[in-house]
Each structure stands twice: as C-alpha cells, then as structure tokens.
C-alpha cells in the first residue's frame, strides 16, 4: 500500500486546513488509518486515528476538539480537517495505515508527509 499526503500549507493562525491521504496498491478497508506529525527538533508525535470502519476515532489531546480525523473507504482516502490551527501545530504531517494504536511502531505503511506551517 502505497501512501501520499496532500493539502499542506502556509496559514495564519484560527485558519483551518483538509490534510489527504489518498491510499494506492490495496486497499485500506481492513487498516486502521492514523495522522502522526513531526515539528523541527522534536519526535513525531501521534494527532488523530480512525478505525477501519470509520466508527471509532481517537485523538491527541492536543488537537481535541479542533482537529477531526474521517476516511472514505470507496474512495480509498483519510482526511484530517484541522481547525482553529496553531502556531504549535507547525510540523510534517504523515498518515499511516496499520493496527489502530497511538503508537507509530504499530503502523506498516507511512506517506512522505506534507507540511503545514501555522504563522502568528
């Protein structure tokens, strides 16, 4: 399974984004699908995760309420609304497909990231 983020970019802070991950080579039905993110300096850290279903979702309790995780599984894509954004929510977005943990060693398949810079 092959992974490709799209919808980075430069905005002001309050402003909101739509992240992509569009899934090619199999398809994402039976993978839980997650949303990590790396700033400059810093470990990646895990944002958002969608069961395969799309019933169940958990998130960071840093993006809580801003940020909603969703998947369309006819059209084999993950999205990551991101609202009310941040300057700290300044990083390399990555979306990954595998078991459904908080936990990045948990994940088979990884995008190349997209970035997303917040400026104050």
């Known amino acids: 399974v092959q992974l490709v983020e799209s919808g980075g970019g430069l905005v002001q802070a309050g402003a909101s984004l739509r992240l992509s991950c569009a899934a090619s080579?199999?398809?994402?039905?039976?993978?839980?699908m997650a949303w990590f993110r790396q700033a400059p300096g810093r470990e990646r850290e895990f944002v958002a995760v969608?069961?395969?279903?799309?019933?169940?979702?958990y998130y960071a309790d840093s993006v809580k309420g801003r940020f909603t995780i969703s998947r369309n599984n006819d059209k084999n894509t993950v999205y990551l609304q991101m609202n009310s954004l941040k300057p700290e929510d300044t990083a390399v977005y990555y979306c990954a497909a595998g078991l459904g943990t908080t936990t990045e060693d948990e994940y088979d398949y990884w995008g190349q990231g997209t970035q997303v810079t917040v400026s104050s």
């Open positions: 969608i069961s395969g279903s799309g019933v169940s979702t």
């Open positions: 080579g199999g398809t994402i039905t039976s993978y839980a």
